[in-house]
Nanobody, 126 residues
Framework: QVQLVESGGGLVQAGDSLRLSCLVS????????MGWFRQAPGKEREFVAA????????YYSASAEGRFTISRENAKNTVYLQMNSLRSEDTAVYYC???????????????????WGQGIQVTVSS
C-alpha cells in the first residue's frame, strides 16, 4: 500500500517562501511521476506542478511558472515544491500525488494519479 505524506506547510506572509515535501512509502521499488495540486476554499482542486521519475520533465501551471520549482530525490523517496514570492491567492490545501502508470511523464490530469496524500495547509497573509 502506498502512502504519501506532505509536510512543510504553514502560515507565511506575502512575498515569503515555503518548501513543501512529500514522502512516498510502501511501493518504493516502482518508478512514478509526481504531481502537486491545491484546493482553495470554495474552489475545485487545481494542478500546480508535475515531475517525471528522472526529473528531466517538469510541467507547471501558469500561476506557478517562474515562482514555484518542483524537484525530487529518488533516493529519499521525496518530492519537493519550492514556492517563492507567495501571494494570498496561493492559500490552499496542497496535495501531492503519484502516477505509477506513466513514470516518464508529467501530467496535469488529476485522473492520471493513483495515490494521493492527505493534504497540507498553506496560508499566505497579505
Amino acid at each position: 500500500q502506498v502512502q504519501l505524506v506532505e509536510s512543510g506547510g504553514g502560515l507565511v506572509q506575502a512575498g515569503d517562501s515555503l518548501r513543501l515535501s512529500c514522502l512516498v512509502s510502501g511501493r518504493t521499488t516502482s518508478r512514478y511521476a509526481m504531481g502537486w495540486f491545491r484546493q482553495a476554499p470554495g474552489k475545485e482542486r487545481e494542478f500546480v506542478a508535475a515531475i517525471s521519475w528522472s526529473g528531466g520533465v517538469t510541467y507547471y501551471s501558469a500561476s506557478a511558472e517562474g515562482r514555484f520549482t518542483i524537484s525530487r530525490e529518488n533516493a529519499k523517496n521525496t518530492v519537493y515544491l519550492q514556492m517563492n514570492s507567495l501571494r494570498s491567492e496561493d492559500t490552499a490545501v496542497y496535495y501531492c500525488a503519484a502516477d505509477f502508470h506513466m513514470p516518464s511523464g508529467a501530467t496535469r490530469r488529476a485522473s492520471a494519479y493513483d495515490s494521493w496524500g492527505q493534504g497540507i495547509q498553506v496560508t499566505v497573509s497579505s
